[in-house]
């Protein structure tokens, strides 16, 4: 199956299943029987390998000369279907290009499906002939160099500093979090279908979309729930996941049409919903999908978009081209891009990104989490950062007084009301001026990042320190404020890392 392939599968909502990791049954013979199976494996040709492809009941792969039926693995795969593209053939050459493979924990869920191996009669100098393959992200746009990018395929990468300094993030400085490659679509041909709980469905041309309904602006944060993911890991312990620091989060002004219009005009009754309308499921080109509670996307204050233009220009690819959802104050994993299908429905997305990736746990709950009882990240903790710190000597070389800038932001609408600043780790605290920002805001909430600005003496008490130790917290509007350390928030996905952020600042030799 090939990518595109892929993309076009309408049943692209990847479920996973509970308990998947559990031997094959094939397996569970009474000890006699393991003996005559160790005595005889089992040798496969790979002719009949290749009809276990991706449109097979049974797909299976090969890795070195083992082949391996993973059937009850696809549901439960991380990375969705697109595990099918290497169905009936060998998987080296799509983990050459996914290399987040490479590692013995996922060749341990590999082994646990083996079947059996190759026929000698089909290797060459011992091994299994490999087919070239097209790589997907071989149409990936061009990125701007002063992005801190962290893995190049899939492109993420985070807001440097000059970015995180400005209130409104110039399109080439926003940050880029791509699970998969960027599809190549066509925004003229390219279409989104509706879908309601009782089956019916409404499909609409972008064009359609642009012309048939009022538009409108919204300014908004998107923050992915890894931002800040290295203090929590630095602070407390490893967590898995992008080891971003404070730039997985950007501000842009959206232009598109309201989602509750399109939903009403596809036939939604949105005064008197269905009792099974509680979820509004996006999917997208690639394999990615999400969703959010019915009561956001209909909220006449929610200002859910679907948006053609950021900053004014068309959508860049990397940013969703053609059209993406953007669902303000909510954490940015549910804002989805190369948006395809809306789905309504009675349960979340089945998604790996909606069961499980976007949730945190109890700091002790690390080797197996209860994907299912913990509830999914939707609006966001109060967080905030120091993007920048500029120290002021006097004539004998010792800092005498320090400058510092950067953001705060929380989820839901919840404005920020006030930044404190300590320069002596949290005993001295200070109010820090909130920059106002205003005139470049469209919204019905506070659905964007305040930037703060602060200037103070040094030291705090008058008595010469080697190092300040610059820290600050916010506060938003329901009074929900950070908490101090990552201990207590520690979570193994390292999501949510909204402690106290710090900067060292050495102020005498
Ligand atoms: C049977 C073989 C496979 C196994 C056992 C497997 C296992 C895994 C595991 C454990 C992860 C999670 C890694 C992490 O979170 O650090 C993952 C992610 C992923 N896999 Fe696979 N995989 C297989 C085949 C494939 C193939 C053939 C592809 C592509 C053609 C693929 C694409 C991906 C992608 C894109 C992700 C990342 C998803 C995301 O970022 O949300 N996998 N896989
Ligand atoms: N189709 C699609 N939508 C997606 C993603 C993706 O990988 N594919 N990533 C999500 C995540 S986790 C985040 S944080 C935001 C990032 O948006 P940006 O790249 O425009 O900053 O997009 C979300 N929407
Ligand atoms: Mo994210």
Same mark, same amino acid.
């Given at each position: 199956?090939?990518?595109?392939?892929?993309?076009?599968?309408?049943?692209?909502?990847?479920?996973? $299943?509970? #308990? =998947? +990791?559990?031997?094959?049954? *094939?397996?569970?013979?009474?000890? !006699?029987?393991?003996? /005559?199976?160790?005595?005889?494996?089992?040798?496969?040709?790979?002719?009949?390998?290749?009809?276990?492809?991706?449109?097979?009941?049974?797909?299976?792969?090969?890795?070195?000369?083992?082949?391996?039926?993973?059937?009850?693995?696809?549901?439960?795969?991380?990375?969705?279907?697109?595990?099918?593209?290497? $169905?009936? #053939? =060998? +998987?080296?050459?799509?983990? *050459?290009?996914?290399?987040?493979? !490479?590692?013995?924990? /996922?060749?341990?869920?590999?082994?646990?499906?083996?079947?059996?191996?190759?026929?000698?009669?089909?290797?060459?100098?011992?091994?299994?002939?490999?087919?070239?393959?097209?790589?997907?992200?071989?149409?990936?746009?061009?990125?701007?160099?002063?992005?801190?990018?962290?893995?190049?395929?899939?492109?993420? $990468?985070?807001?440097?500093?000059?970015?995180?300094?400005?209130?409104?993030?110039?399109?080439?400085?926003?940050? /880029?979090?791509?699970?998969?490659?960027v599809p190549?679509v066509?925004?003229?041909?390219h279409?989104l279908?509706?879908?309601?709980?009782?089956?019916?469905?409404?499909?609409?041309?972008v064009?359609?979309?642009?012309?048939?309904?009022?538009?409108?602006?919204?300014?908004?944060?998107l923050?992915?729930?890894?931002?800040?993911?290295?203090?929590?890991?630095?602070?407390?312990?490893?967590?898995?996941?992008?080891?971003?620091?404070?730039?997985?989060?950007?501000?842009a002004?959206w232009e598109g049409?309201?989602l509750?219009?399109?939903?009403?005009?596809?036939?939604?009754?949105?005064?008197?919903?269905?009792?099974?309308?509680?979820?509004?499921?996006f999917s997208a080109m690639?394999?990615y999908?999400a969703?959010?509670?019915?009561?956001?996307?209909?909220?006449?204050?929610?200002?859910v978009l679907l948006a053609f233009e950021m900053?004014?220009?068309e959508l860049p690819r990397d940013h969703g081209y053609p059209v993406r959802v953007i669902v303000?104050?909510?954490?940015a994993?549910r804002s989805v891009k190369w948006l395809s299908?809306i789905?309504?429905?009675?349960?979340?997305?089945?998604?790996?990104?909606?069961?499980?990736?976007?949730?945190?746990?109890?700091?002790?709950?690390?080797?197996?989490?209860?994907?299912?009882?913990?509830?999914?990240?939707?609006?966001?903790?109060?967080?905030?950062?120091?993007?920048?710190?500029?120290?002021?000597?006097?004539?004998?070389?010792?800092?005498?007084?320090?400058?510092?800038?950067?953001?705060?932001?929380?989820?839901?609408?919840?404005?920020?009301?006030?930044?404190?600043?300590?320069?002596?780790?949290?005993?001295?605290?200070?109010?820090?001026?909130?920059?106002?920002?205003?005139?470049?805001?469209?919204?019905?909430?506070?659905?964007?990042?305040?930037?703060?600005?602060?200037?103070?003496?040094?030291?705090?008490?008058?008595?010469?320190?080697?190092?300040?130790?610059?820290?600050?917290?916010?506060?938003?509007?329901?009074?929900?404020?950070?908490?101090?350390?990552?201990?207590?928030?520690?979570?193994?996905?390292?999501?949510?890392?909204?402690?106290?952020?710090?900067?060292?600042?050495?102020?005498?030799?």
């Open positions: 199956m090939s990518w595109a392939a892929l993309a076009s599968r309408s049943a692209l909502a990847v479920g996973f $299943a509970a #308990g =998947s +990791l559990q031997l094959l049954s *094939d397996d569970s013979y009474d000890n !006699k029987h393991i003996k /005559v199976k160790k005595a005889k494996i089992k040798t496969f040709r790979l002719a009949e390998v290749k009809q276990h492809d991706g449109s097979s009941k049974n797909p299976w792969v090969i890795r070195g000369t083992s082949v391996y039926d993973i059937t009850d693995w696809v549901q439960a795969h991380p990375g969705g279907e697109v595990i099918l593209t290497a $169905a009936g #053939g =060998s +998987l080296e050459p799509y983990w *050459d290009i996914f290399t987040i493979h !490479k590692r013995q924990d /996922v060749y341990d869920i590999l082994e646990q499906y083996k079947i059996g191996e190759i026929d000698g009669a089909d290797l060459k100098d011992g091994r299994v002939p490999q087919d070239a393959i097209v790589d997907p992200f071989q149409n990936d746009p061009e990125r701007d160099v002063r992005l801190r990018t962290l893995t190049p395929r899939p492109r993420n $990468a985070e807001t440097p500093e000059a970015g995180l300094r400005e209130f409104i993030t110039p399109n080439e400085l926003f940050y /880029v979090r791509n699970h998969f490659w190549a066509d925004g003229a041909e279409k279908t509706i879908e309601l709980t009782d089956g019916s469905e409404r499909t609409y041309t064009k359609e979309l642009k012309e048939r309904f009022q538009k409108h602006k919204v300014t908004t944060t923050q992915c729930a890894g931002n800040r993911r290295k203090s929590m890991t630095d602070g407390a312990a490893p967590t898995n996941g992008l080891q971003w620091k404070a730039g997985a989060i950007s501000t002004e049409v309201k509750v219009d399109v939903l009403a005009d596809a036939g939604l009754d949105i005064k008197k919903l269905p009792a099974d309308a509680q979820h509004v499921h690639e394999a999908g969703s959010i509670p019915i009561r956001k996307a209909i909220d006449p204050w929610g200002d900053n004014g220009a303000p104050g909510t954490v994993a299908q789905t309504i429905s009675e349960d979340e997305s089945p998604t790996q990104w909606q069961q499980r990736d976007y949730k945190s746990f109890c700091p002790s709950e690390v080797k197996n989490p209860n994907w299912q009882k913990a509830r999914s990240i939707q609006e966001m903790p109060v967080t905030s950062a120091i993007t920048h710190v500029e120290p002021t000597t006097g004539s004998n070389g010792d800092v005498q007084s320090i400058s510092a800038e950067g953001y705060a932001y929380s989820g839901g609408g919840r404005e920020i009301i006030r930044v404190d600043v300590s320069a002596d780790g949290g005993k001295t605290w200070h109010e820090a001026e909130l920059l106002d920002d205003e005139a470049q805001m469209s919204g019905s909430r506070a659905w964007c990042w305040k930037r703060w600005k602060y200037e103070g003496q040094l030291p705090e008490d008058g008595k010469p320190v080697s190092e300040a130790v610059l820290v600050v917290k916010a506060t938003d509007e329901a009074y929900n404020t950070q908490p101090q350390t990552y201990e207590s928030i520690f979570n193994a996905r390292g999501n949510l890392a909204t402690a106290w952020d710090s900067a060292k600042v050495p102020c005498s030799g």
